[in-house]
């Protein structure tokens, strides 16, 4: 069905499906609980940025995933289509439809452009030359150059991009909304559900962005699937090979890294349709990192990792980050006093502004003991469970990469 | 007139003369080997032939059409199909993989932007690689890792790759180099069979004399740089030039 064998379309349907249920089962506590005020992650400023971020991984998981080609630089695009995605709220309306047509089109044609230039070299070189435009495209952005150079404003500089009273907005009807919407539905309006001490919120903006994401993860299914995805695989392996078998190699992977620029400026357009306003920051070298970060820390070249990578960075960086001295506390109080002050001390500089120590560690155990990233984690739980059902997939599925 | 000829070419590497003055004809539907002992400019002479070196003078013809200065990939795209001193497959992936791409390549040309169509959909192309790859007696080995397997069978499986795109001049670059007796056999055996099957014109550049008096129907004795003779394997073994140069420290 949909075009894929039966293990992709399983792997598809349960990606749809947490999609769907995700405001469920992000908050399994209840809200007035202290675990529910830690815990839970199930609103949609944070649901929304698991599936954008999914979006752009998937996308940068394209290009590192099955070329080998490790794009520093890739926040660029993501910066680049946000501030697209902003100018035509300016211009034109609230409307996301235009917003997200130019953000795709904009950083589509930067990284022609970039993709161009920096494909000249390979490994290392590569990284620092797609490093270096980012860099340069975050200075850019960052003092506004273009916007001086015209004397008018591009980026606006540190102040960040946002849409204003006076902008000129001309195909702003009258009455219409002023809040991001598609064809008027409210992109922040949600519908809120309450049962017991639970509450579940449906957010429209968060089910939008959920949607591309999965046409998103559809498209990557049947771009790793194909003969394109086969020859992007063999880029990896043995350039030498591919091009004495009579295949141009340029251009399949300037294919890839357009490809993979598209899905960043999809993402930042819908960040920005999320949120009418934008800024440099978003194009920052750690803003670049992080994506590499998401793409190992979930597996690099598998379908799915590139989503729980980023679904796994996300939440540590909007839950793990609000717990403070006075929760960790709250948590220990059962113990004598002594000992909830030390056992508090040590995991105080873990949490909190400290979250990146506890990413730090969780990459390092990542990278030793699961160089396949947290898919190889799920396969390994899943060979423990069911070793006979295991053995008869690889049989049928030999022929495949791993998921 | 030979399918591929080299005409008057020279190669200088600073001081050194690689290669002066070589002529040579692969005749169409032959085996030609080019032999000579270490230094004499053979592996020189393979570059110039896949574009990898671009001659100081000379002209390299294939079917009339000049290779030099072309992209390997353009060279291969002219029917001319090169098999390397350790096997370059992708080691990555399937066998059946590795047999599938040269198919792609040979039908859709150097590029094509074939993103949303599954592979699996490709009969005729998944026709093609599992008969080639029966050819060459690999078919239970497909769903394997190319690099997982023994070298004699990754050497098998790069002359798959290049069979299956039926080149019209398959040039073998020590195809035996480093391989235990029995592999040598067996390529020695796989290559005699293809001759017979397919009749492709290979162009062999080789060490072992083993593997060139029983494979080719002519030979070039490069030393030097410069050909010194060309003639049919009998008249070859006897020649006296040779024997100056070559075969009077190897016992045939």
Known sequence: MLGLNSRDLRLFVIVCALCLLAPILLNPFPVASSLGESFNAGYPALMQRFVIFGLLVIGFNILFGLTGYLSFGHAAFLGVGSFAAVWMFKLLSYNIVPAIILSVIVAGLFSVVIGYIALRRSGIYFSILTLAFAQMMYSIAYSDLVGKMFGTIVTNGETGLQVYNDDPQFLMGEGAPTVPHLFGLEMNSAFTWKVGGWEFIFQNGYYLSALFMILGFYLSIRIFRSPFGMMLRAIKSNQTRMSYTGLDTKPYMLAAFVISGMYAGLAGGLLAAMDPLTGAERMFWTASGEIVVMAILGGVGTLLGPVFGAGVIKYLENIVSKINSDILHSWFAFMPEWMENLVVNILYPFVGKGWHLTLGLLFMAVVIFLPGGLMQLGEKILALFGRKKKSDDAKTGATEPAE | ?252
Do not use: W
């Open chain 2, 1 to 252: 007139m030979g399918i591929l000829e080299v005409k008057g070419v020279n190669k200088r590497f600073g001081g050194l003369q690689a290669l002066g003055d070589v002529n040579l004809s692969v005749a169409e539907n032959t085996v030609h080997a080019i032999i000579g002992p270490n230094g004499a400019g053979k592996s020189t002479l393979l570059n110039v032939l896949v574009g990898k070196l671009i001659p100081d003078s000379g002209s390299v013809m294939f079917d009339g059409q000049s290779v030099l200065g072309r992209k390997p990939h353009e060279i291969n795209q002219m029917g001319i199909s090169r098999v390397f001193q350790t096997p370059e497959i992708f080691a990555d992936l399937s066998v059946f993989e590795n047999v599938m791409i040269p198919c792609f390549a040979k039908r859709d040309g150097a590029f094509r932007m074939h993103a949303i169509e599954s592979t699996h959909h490709e009969k005729d192309i998944a026709e093609q690689a599992m008969a080639i790859l029966e050819d060459v007696n690999m078919a239970d080995k497909r769903d394997m890792i190319a690099s997982s397997m023994s070298r004699g069978d990754k050497r098998r499986l790069e002359m798959a790759m290049c069979l299956v795109q039926d080149p019209r001049l398959l040039l073998l670059d020590e195809p035996t180099a480093g391989m235990a007796r029995a592999d040598t056999e067996n390529t020695i055996q796989l290559l005699k069979d293809i001759r017979t099957k397919r009749g492709i014109t290979m162009a062999i550049i080789e060490h072992d004399m083993n593997v060139v008096f029983s494979l080719a129907e002519r030979i070039t004795v490069l030393a030097q740089g410069t050909p010194l003779v060309e003639d049919v394997p009998e008249k070859i073994k006897g020649h006296p030039k040779v024997r100056e140069a070559y075969l009077g420290e190897a016992q045939v």
